[in-house]
């Protein structure tokens, strides 16, 4: 099989979807890897690296886009990407389509089979996403602790206190993957820590591992009374393949502190804020009822080395499999990978997306 790596064209996005390594496989395997020129760079791959595993540079995306069978990405498809699709292609990229009918029309129109890394699912987990989610979590911490600045427009607390002055509050909303990784780096710091969780089997495991942090039942009421007093809220809800529950109304945020922050790390499932609006890496923050919103939809993308690598560290398997069989028979020896078909043959073939935009779901089986 043709496998084609452009380079990412989303504002501010220096990962690559797939490093010399993983290219090098797949060549030993038999397979031709066309590599976009610079595709690499911002995650310090140079061209170089490729050409050293055998790989091909071209000088283009519409050459590899051209010339490719299976196009594996990193980010959703940009414009002039989908542009570039047709049936004959199948691109395995994060798409989060749910947050985006205009994508999904457009990206189904194509005809080209359409796999998304957040939809596969594994013995209840999202192998392909949970890296991703463990750099946001942990990034989320980190930026809203900066953002609580005096000089960013925070409220000039530090969130680790001093002797003598106790420490910032920080409430996390969900304790999944990227939720305890934002509680255990805001704990790490210092914060009092709460993560707001509706399942109990959760709860009482991160009572037992998460030290430093405290779990409350997550319902409105809850949420609602501890907003006052909070200094960071970290939004960190998913609901596989759907989009983003709006769990923080713009009354709620007017119970905060001026001054306060909310980074949302489900921006890119539409938020789970009714103020939440996608921002960059280059204009990260606006604020919103006189409280600073950090929503930069591709957040691991500001440490794109190792972004990447934890990436390639899941996707490589899934990668080879699709190369080495084709989508159909890949399907039958792993039905995970079923999930992730969002896009086939012109129809929407995720039950969620298809649901959050009120369009026709057709089952991905019956396209074969």
């Given amino acids: 099989m043709v496998i084609g790596i452009p380079k990412e064209i989303k504002n501010q996005e220096h990962r690559v979807s797939m490093i010399p390594s993983s290219a ?22 140079s061209d170089e690296l490729y050409e050293s595993v055998g790989a091909k540079i071209v000088d283009s995306a519409e050459k590899v886009f051209a010339e490719s069978e299976l196009i594996v990405k990193v980010k959703e498809p940009q414009p002039s990407e989908v542009a570039m699709l047709n049936e004959q292609h199948t691109l395995f990229t994060y798409l989060h389509l749910a947050a985006d009918k205009e994508l999904t029309e457009t990206l189904a129109a194509t005809g080209a089979t359409a796999i998304a890394y957040e939809t596969i699912e594994v013995n209840g987990r999202l192998p392909l996403l949970e890296p991703m989610s463990e750099i946001a979590g942990r990034m989320s911490a980190i930026v809203g602790s900066y953002h609580l600045a005096n000089h960013r427009g925070g409220r000039g607390i530090l969130l680790g206190g001093v002797p003598g002055v106790a ?31 509706v399942d109990f089997d959760r709860m009482r495991f991160l009572d037992i591992t998460m030290e430093g942090a405290h779990t409350v039942f997550s319902n409105e009421a809850n949420l609602a009374d501890l907003l006052p007093r909070v200094d960071l809220v970290i939004g960190a809800v998913l609901v596989p393949g759907a989009k983003a529950p709006k769990l923080i109304t713009r009354e709620m945020l007017r119970m905060m502190q001026p001054g306060s922050v909310l980074v949302d790390i489900a921006v890119d499932q539409g938020g789970c804020a009714e103020t939440t609006r996608p921002t960059t890496h280059d204009n990260p923050t606006y604020v919103e009822e006189n409280v600073l919103h950090y929503c930069v939809a591709n957040m691991p993308g500001a440490y794109a080395r190792t972004a990447t690598q934890a990436l390639n560290n899941n996707t490589q398997r899934w990668t ?21 078909i969002n896009c086939m043959k012109g129809k929407v073939t995720c039950s969620a997306v298809a649901d959050a935009h009120g369009m026709t779901y057709s089952d991905p089986l019956s396209l074969f």
Avoid at 24 to 45: C, D
Avoid at 168 to 194: E, K, L, P, Q, Y
Wanted: negative net charge.
């Fill in 24 to 45: 090098g496989e797949l060549i030993r395997r038999g397979h031709q890897v066309l590599v976009e020129t610079g595709a690499g760079s911002g995650s310090s791959y």
């Fill in 167 to 197: 420490p910032g509050r920080v409430v996390v909303i969900g304790g999944g993957t990227a939720g305890v990784n934002a509680a255990r780096v805001a704990a790490g710091i210092g914060a009092d820590v709460s993560i707001l969780e």
């Fill in 320 to 340: 080879m499999m699709i190369a080495e069989m084709g989508v159909q028979a890949a399907c039958q020896s792993r039905s995970e990978l079923i999930g992730g």
